[in-house]
C-alpha cells in the first residue's frame, strides 16, 4: 500500500514539474534579463502573416574595375557609387540571351526551393512565370526571413584562379563534392572553417597546382649566398685595412708618388665600384622576378574568401579555410557559424543559371487576428474544464486523480509538437481539438473499470487498450500519409494527430493506468 502511494506522489510531482515547465517556462537570466529557455510555438504563415516576394530575372550589366576585372554589376551597384570608385560600366548582360529559356528558369526555381528547405523554411508558396522566369515567393514573417530574403538570389560562383590572371580558371562548382562548417575548440578559443572537398578531377586539379608554381618557394639557397657575400666583403674590409697601413709607413721623399699613384686608384676603385653597383641592380631585378610568388584565388561571386600558395601539397582534395580568428566570444562564434553554413548550403544548392534581382517584398497581414485565436483557444480551455469537472463529480477522487492526469497529457503534448518542429496552424488547432477528445473517452474508458480483483483489473485495462488502439490504427495510419503530404494545411494536420495518438496511448499506459490502479 506505501508502495502504491508513493509512485501516485511520484507521478503527480512529475505531471506538475511538467506542467511548470509547459505551461509557465525555464527562465535563466541573459545579459540583465530573464528569458524563457523553452522552445516556442512556430505558427504558420496563416496565423502570423507572410512576405511576398517577387524575383524577375536581372537585366543589369556587367560593373569593371581600374583594372578591368569584374566586381559587380549595375544592380549592385548606383551611378553615385560607380563614379566615386571609379568603375565602368560594360554593355556586357550578366544574363545572356541564349540563356533565357524555361529550362533554366525551372533550374533556378529548383534551386531556390531547395535553399528555402536548407535554411529552414518549411511553409512556403513557390510558383515560376516560365515565360519570362518571374519567381514568386511566399514565406513567413519570424526573425530569419530577411537573412532568407537577403542570401536566396546569391548566384554562389565558385571559382579557384589565378591571383593575377583571372581569365585562369582552374576549378568552378562543378568541381565541389561537399562543402560544411566546422569549427575546432582548443584550450585559447574556437576557429570556424569552412571545408570545400572537391571531387575526382578537382582532387587531381588541387594536387597539380600545389605541387607546382603555386607551391611556396624555399628561400634557403638565397640566405646562403647572402652569407658568402658578407663573408666576401669582411675578408676584403681586412685587406684594404692592411693596405692601408702599409701607405701610412711610406716616406716623405715618396709623398708625391704615392699621391699620384694614391690618385689612380681612386680612380680605377670608383670605375670598379660603378661597375659592381650596376651588378648589384641587375641581381636585385633577377631576383625579384625569381623571387614572385604566383598565388591562387578562391572566389564566391567575385568575393575573393582568401589569396594563397601552397606551403605542402594537398593530395585529399580537401580545403579548410579559416573563417575567423580564434575567439572565446560565444556571440562572435555563433554569428560566424551562422555564416558559414549558409555559405556551405548556398554552394551545394548549386550554382544558380541566372541572375535574379527582387523587384518586390511586401508583408502581408494574416486576415486571422491573434484576438480571434487567442477566442477560439479560451474556448477549448472552457470545454475541456467542463468536461474534467463532469469526470470529477461522477468518478469522485479516480476522476480527480485522471483529471491531472489529463492535464499532464495537455502539457506534455504541447510540449512534444514544439521539440518536433511541429507548425501550429489551423488545422493543425483542429487536429489538437480532435487529439484532446480521444484522449478525453480513452481516459474515461480506463475509469470504467471497476474490477476489485488486481488481475481481472490488469485484463479489463488491456481490453480497453486493444480496444482503443484498433479504433485509432486507422486514423494514425491515415495522420502518417498527410504527414509526407507537401501541402501545409495536411501536413501540419498530419503531425498533430500522429504525436498526439502515439503519444495518448503511451501516456496513459504508462501514467493514467497507474495512477487509477
Not at 505558427?43 to 502573416?49: A, I, N, R, S, V
Not at 550589366?61 to 559587380?72: C, P, R
Not at 550578366?94 to 523554411?121: F, M
Not at 541566372?354 to 477566442?375: A, C, F
Request: with cysteine; hydrophobic share 35%; glycine share 4%.
Amino acid at each position: 500500500m506505501k508502495g502504491k502511494k508513493l509512485k501516485l506522489i511520484t507521478l503527480i510531482l512529475a505531471i506538475l514539474v511538467i506542467c511548470l515547465v509547459s505551461f509557465v517556462g525555464v527562465y535563466t537570466q541573459n545579459m540583465n534579463q530573464m528569458q524563457n529557455q523553452v522552445k516556442g510555438y512556430d505558427l504558420t504563415k496563416d496565423l502570423k502573416g507572410y512576405r511576398e516576394l517577387v524575383f524577375e530575372v536581372s537585366d543589369a550589366t556587367e560593373v569593371l574595375d581600374a583594372e578591368g576585372n569584374v566586381v559587380g554589376n549595375t544592380d549592385s551597384y548606383s551611378d553615385e557609387t560607380i563614379e566615386s570608385y571609379s568603375y565602368e560600366k560594360t554593355d556586357t548582360k550578366v544574363n545572356a540571351d541564349e540563356d533565357l529559356n524555361t529550362e533554366n528558369y525551372q533550374k533556378a526555381k529548383s534551386i531556390i526551393e531547395t535553399r528555402l528547405k536548407s535554411l529552414g523554411v518549411e511553409d512556403y508558396n513557390l510558383s515560376l512565370n516560365t515565360e519570362n522566369g518571374t519567381i514568386y515567393v511566399q514565406i513567413p514573417e519570424n526573425s530569419s526571413t530577411d537573412h532568407v530574403v537577403s542570401n536566396i538570389l546569391q548566384v554562389s560562383n565558385f571559382e579557384l584562379r589565378d591571383a593575377e590572371d583571372s581569365s585562369q580558371v582552374f576549378m568552378t562548382n562543378d568541381d565541389i563534392k561537399n562543402v560544411s562548417a566546422l569549427y575546432n575548440t582548443t584550450e585559447t578559443g574556437t576557429t570556424v572553417y569552412l571545408q570545400i572537398e572537391f571531387t575526382k578531377n578537382g582532387r587531381d586539379t588541387l594536387k597539380e597546382i600545389s605541387t607546382g608554381e603555386y607551391a611556396t618557394k624555399e628561400e634557403s639557397d638565397t640566405t646562403e649566398s647572402t652569407d658568402n657575400t658578407s663573408n666576401s666583403t669582411e675578408e676584403e674590409n681586412v685587406s684594404e685595412s692592411e693596405d692601408t697601413a702599409e701607405t701610412n709607413e711610406t716616406t716623405d721623399g715618396s709623398e708625391n708618388n704615392t699621391t699620384e699613384e694614391t690618385s689612380n686608384e681612386t680612380t680605377e676603385n670608383t670605375s670598379s665600384d660603378g661597375e659592381s653597383e650596376e651588378s648589384t641592380e641587375s641581381t636585385e631585378n633577377d631576383n625579384t622576378e625569381e623571387d614572385t610568388q604566383k598565388e591562387i584565388v578562391l572566389a564566391i561571386d567575385e568575393n575573393g574568401m582568401i589569396t594563397t600558395s601552397f606551403d605542402t601539397p594537398i593530395e585529399d582534395g580537401i580545403i579548410d579555410l579559416s573563417m575567423n580568428q580564434e575567439t572565446t566570444d560565444v556571440d562572435t562564434i555563433t554569428e560566424t557559424l551562422q555564416s558559414t553554413s549558409t555559405i556551405a548550403l548556398l554552394i551545394n544548392s548549386g550554382k544558380l543559371p541566372l541572375t535574379y534581382r527582387v523587384t518586390e517584398n511586401n508583408y502581408i497581414n494574416t486576415d486571422i487576428s491573434e484576438d480571434m485565436v487567442q477566442k477560439v483557444i479560451y474556448g477549448i480551455i472552457i470545454l475541456a474544464i467542463v468536461a474534467l469537472l463532469f469526470m470529477i463529480i461522477k468518478f469522485k477522487l479516480k476522476g480527480f486523480l485522471a483529471a491531472i492526469a489529463y492535464i499532464g497529457f495537455v502539457a506534455l503534448d504541447l510540449l512534444l509538437i514544439r521539440y518536433t518542429n511541429v507548425s501550429i496552424s489551423i488545422e493543425s488547432i483542429v487536429a489538437g481539438v480532435i487529439i484532446l477528445i480521444i484522449n478525453y473517452g480513452l481516459i474515461y474508458q480506463l475509469l470504467k473499470v471497476k474490477e476489485t480483483d488486481a488481475e481481472q483489473r490488469k485484463i479489463q485495462y488491456r481490453n480497453q487498450f486493444k480496444s482503443a488502439i484498433m479504433i485509432l490504427v486507422p486514423i494514425f495510419i491515415i495522420s502518417i500519409i498527410f504527414v509526407f503530404i507537401n501541402l501545409t494545411k495536411l501536413n501540419t494536420f498530419g503531425m498533430f494527430m500522429f504525436w498526439g495518438i502515439l503519444l495518448s496511448i503511451l501516456y496513459n499506459y504508462i501514467v493514467t493506468k497507474n495512477m487509477l490502479d
